[in-house]
């Protein structure tokens, strides 16, 4: 099978290491063969949480600079950031909803124009689907949804050999019960959200 | 039930590294098991304590990796199947059990989990502690995939038992936090209850047995040495007179490498997971059929060195490299991209690497590094600190945990770091040295790990510094793993003892002892005051809950703050103590309220009394 290479950015408390379980067993479920690796520890603690996930025959759990297919990121300025990971192939999913870190507050860096991180990923990239995937998971009932909102996003791309029915097969049995059927809407608005931006 | 109790064969569930170790050896039959809790290591022993919360397994969180690995050496010197587990750093710790466990030896299978983190994504440093393998003799077995991790846990019991040798099980961060997916095997039945016999002669290792135990462990590397001859986890792969010799994660990246280079034909692997003793035979017969060999280990050049001498014995003059200037670093972890260029480079294959944006234009980004939590009681204790100890021209030797962060701007409550303890211990060295004011802090696990035998030390040589130990009641960094001083009867597992903070430090002699709320600012700093006032070890314990676990145990919130307009936007709030639910809008200083979680410290530093509870 090709390999296909994903990278999600995130800050550390975006829920991103959920998203690439239930990307992960969606994989599983659909017979594709799946390795991630992922950093816990000390960088979770608001830092830049990254993780990797190769799809198809390829033995290494990590992926090297400019050898992304995709990249997914929660936060602008960590898509940005992530840039050296991609190449003129690569597939770009952001939200543009910021989160500023705290070394702009204590006046250590400003954060840089979202307009200007949008031309900058959509100039280096293939493609870039960029909203505010955090207005769209505050509508599918909580904020912390951004990961699934953006896998739906991701999914609806059509770069994974993975379809949607699988990941929410994924999204039951990986979220909690009680949050299945916020996530389920939340991934559906997602994959909307990149249908109408994509265009 | 546990997922990792299932006793489902043939089941294939997508497992951490670390789910698929602790799976192996539960597959091995394992009884007991022992750690203290260290990324990449941690969610090991994780997901062993919560087994053994509904199963017969026996795990304990001991108090350091000496405490543990001691614990498991004597359970299979009992007879049971026992492990302890360990980031690399702590073998540091437990070295010094280990490298006379190895003269000993053992009855059932013992494994000792290490867990390398090359680049140091959570860690002090990048040490390789395949040495201690070659320092004590034991046997090391090396996974290169998530897979291969679980089912070379039962290898590993059963090599133990063959050898009467405990088994070093070395893994790296990439092992540890990848997921693949597994297939379950069954589950044996427990053996709960060993029995010791004594063997005075054999097991106290006073000088005239400890001799003669050297014997024994030396013939038991040959054995060892002549297993790893035939092992599986020692092969050979693909065609060719290259050769490439590696280990552990490097060997996926070298497989994905020789595909993506098209070499399968002309270049062969040497796989090497049976790493110590290094099989001598199968080393020396694939190097001569080779060329040229490369050797691809992270760290250091452990086997490349050995490989070298190897080939000396046997007058082979080729090329075999590893490490160098062109070639290999001793430092940072490898990647796929990267193994790809240098084999294609050392073996002179065409290749050129795929091509990377030009990121020259990028605008400047802010950095993201990680940060105290939002109601951190850390940051109200520094700021407590740094308030009481203002002129004053101070010394604050740190220590390992979440409160590390601390040494960066704005708080910047940190001037040196070695290990576990270090704080207590160079407190007495700078405090000894210099006339200045030393102030340390030390977590409440570390305090009991390692900060104890400090403490005693600078009583008993009359130091003069202040120690402030920070009791947040968990071992936070980690992922919240219970520790000797947390209230277990509160967490519905009364089967636990405890052991007061307070009571230590007053038994170790201690004469200025106080403890202080750190959310309230002013009280604390009149307290910490009278301790810094103090001539003679002096100890603050600063007592709040970590405030991430609080949320995690579902604590009982506070108000939430908000920036009032009586705001005069001198930001002292922001500038002090860069508090992550602090954010500017148009210039001026809000709180986000998701994020707060209502610790009033900010509204405590603001001169102007502007930050209120919001309503
Ligand atoms: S996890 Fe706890 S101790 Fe660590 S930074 Fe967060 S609040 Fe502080």
Redesign the interface.
Known sequence: METKRLIIVAVGGQGNLLSSRILGEAALLSDVPVRMSEIHGMAQRGGVVESAIVFGDAKSTIISDGEADLLVGFEPLETMRALNRCNAGTTVITSISPLSPFTVTIGRGTYPKLSKIKEMISTKTKKLIAYDAAAVAKEAGSVLSVNVVLLGSLIQTEVLPISADAVKEAIQKRVKPAFVDMNLGAFELGFNAAAGAGK | MHKLLENQTGK?V?LLGNEAIARGAIEAGLSMAATYPG??S??ISLNLFQMSRESNLYFEYSTNEKVAMEMTAAAANSGLRSMCIMKHVGMNVAADAMMTLAYVGVKAGMVIIVADDPFM??SQNEQDSRYYAKLSGLPMLEPS??EEAKSMMSYAFDLSEKLKEPVIFRTT??IN?????VTYNDIPERKTKGNFVKDPFNLVTVPAISRKLHIKLLENMDTACEIGSTSEYNFIEGDGTLGIICNG?S???V??AIADLDQTDKIKILRLGLSHPMPEKPVKDFVKSCDKVLVVEEGEPYMEEAVRSLAQEEGLTISIKGKGKELFSRRNEY????VRGMIAKYFGIDYE???????S?????????????AGCSHRATYTAVKKAAEGMDTVYPADIG?YT?GFL??LQMGDFLLCMGSSVGTSCGFAQATDQKVISFIGDSTFFHSGIPGLVNAVFNKHNFTLVIMDNSTTA???HQPHPGVDMEELNMPDFGRVSIEAMVKAAGVEHISVIKPFNIKKSVATIKEALEFEGVSVVISREVCALYAKALKKPKRNVFMVSDKCKNHKNC??EL???A???HEGRVNIDP?ICVGCSICAQVCPEHAIRPLK
């Not at chain 2, 936090?177 to 997916?181: D, E, I, P």
């Not at chain 2, 690497?353 to 990121?359: I, N, Q, R, T, Y």
């Open positions: 294939q997508l990324t990449p941690s969610e994504f959570s995939s998530v961060t990439r936090h990848s997921t693949a997916v994660v060997y996926s990246y497989c994905d990647d796929p991209g990267l690497a795929p091509e990377v944006p030009d990121l234009d990028l605008p400047e980004m802010p950095q993201r590094p990680p940060t105290l939590c979440c962060l701007p704005p960094m980690t992922g922001v500038n860069g508090c992550p602090f954010f500017l998701d």
